[in-house]
């Protein structure tokens, strides 16, 4: 039996959440689907966002689906990302006809962003300089000047272990969309020219992997990367880049093919794994039953293809969605002016009778 944990977040999360989670329960009518206690009421129960008892729930199911975050729930989503060592996020953006987009011309786009998802800028490594020159008074930069001694510090980690595992991730991803007809190209997005040995070592070992697994591949700097992604998204197939640089790039990608509110990810280890939607937590609507759940409801295909080998599950799913919006359904953030916005459950309920139409067809077999 199929067991998830369902961790709602705050704000709008549990909204979208529960959404996915009955389409989840059509497509997988046995699934064990458990709700442990997190966030601000697991602070006034237990003194902590994410109990033990959670986190084992959450290491003993085969994937877990999360909402969002805003002020209680920041542990729980470091325990995601880092607790479970989640070090590959990936996040697709794919052109939905009908849907409002800031580019000028229309053009398919159809791209997947595999971001290395726990070291570069994450978890933040901050502190005061005049620490860092008392303990490293020699330290120089790269032009030979002192390191001042008032202000603030950010330390960037890459190592060989993160470089190597999120290729490969990025590898496989390249070569399943080479089966399904993509291109199966990667382009690897750095700041080489400036972080030549943190960045120069990602590059080498991507090309290195890539290449292994003959996996075509080709390179831009992210300020250069971030100007064609804009102006020719469709020349974009899989992008392998850092942590920060795929946070940035992939909210753009999502923008392009009708916002954050659409936007699903998947965030993937050795042993575990978890989905979510890439909007925030959204206060100000937060149980109003307006929140797009269409984010959090494709993350389900990347669950069902990335974790549990259920390929036919995940095209269905994406087939329900593009038809519901083909047939008109908008939330408010995607509703044109003279549009009625449905509610949060009504867009959970159409993509459902997509589902159960496509059932249907299939029971009755060919005409």
């Known amino acids: 039996m199929l067991n998830l944990v369902l961790l709602g977040g705050e704000g709008i999360g ?82 939905r006809p009908g849907l409002p987009s800031p580019l000028k011309k229309d053009v398919p786009i159809d791209l997947l962003i595999v971001r290395e998802n726990v070291e570069g800028e994450y978890p933040t490594r901050e502190g005061e300089l005049r620490d860092f020159v008392a303990r490293w008074p020699e330290f120089t930069d790269v032009i030979g000047q002192k390191i001042p001694a008032e202000g603030a510090f950010a330390l960037r980690i890459t190592t060989e272990i993160g470089c190597r595992r999120v290729s490969a991730v990025a590898a496989q991803a390249a070569l399943r969309r080479r089966e399904s007809g993509r291109p199966g190209k990667v382009t690897i997005v750095t700041k080489q020219n400036i972080f030549a040995r943190g960045d120069g070592m990602f590059r080498s070992i991507a090309e290195e992997i890539l290449d292994a697994a003959k996996v075509p591949h080709d390179h831009y700097y992210i300020d250069d990367a971030c100007r064609r992604l804009v102006a020719q998204p469709e020349n974009f197939d ?130």
Not at 60 to 87: E, M, N, P, S
Not at 317 to 334: F, I, K, Q, S
Request: aromatic residues 4%; negative net charge; glycine residues 8%.
């Open 238 to 367: 899989v992008i392998l880049t850092p942590n920060m640089f795929g946070d940035i790039m992939s909210d753009i990608a999502a923008e392009l093919v009708g916002g954050l509110g659409m936007a699903p990810s998947g965030c993937v280890g050795e042993r575990w794994s978890y989905f979510e939607s890439v909007h925030g937590s959204a206060p100000d609507i937060a149980g109003k039953g307006i929140a797009n759940p269409l984010g959090s409801i494709q993350s389900l295909s990347l669950l069902f293809r990335l974790t549990l080998d259920r390929p036919a599950d995940a095209t269905l799913l994406e087939e329900a969605v593009a038809a519901t919006l083909a047939n008109g359904y908008r939330t408010a953030d995607l509703a044109e002016s003279a549009t009625r916005p449905v509610s949060t459950e009504e867009m959970g309920n159409a993509v459902l009778e997509q589902l159960e139409r496509r059932a249907a067809t299939a029971a009755s077999g060919p005409a």
């Open 14 to 95: 549990p909204e979208v959440v529960e959404a996915t989670a009955q389409v989840l329960k059509h497509l997988v009518p046995d699934v064990e689907l458990q709700r442990p206690i997190h966030g601000e009421a697991a602070i006034a129960a237990h003194g902590t966002s994410i109990p033990d008892a959670t986190k084992e729930a959450c290491r003993r199911a085969d994937a877990i689906l999360y909402g969002a975050t805003h002020k209680h729930c920041k542990d729980v989503l470091r325990f995601l990302r880092w607790g479970l060592t989640t070090f590959a996020n990936l996040r697709p953006s794919k052109t």
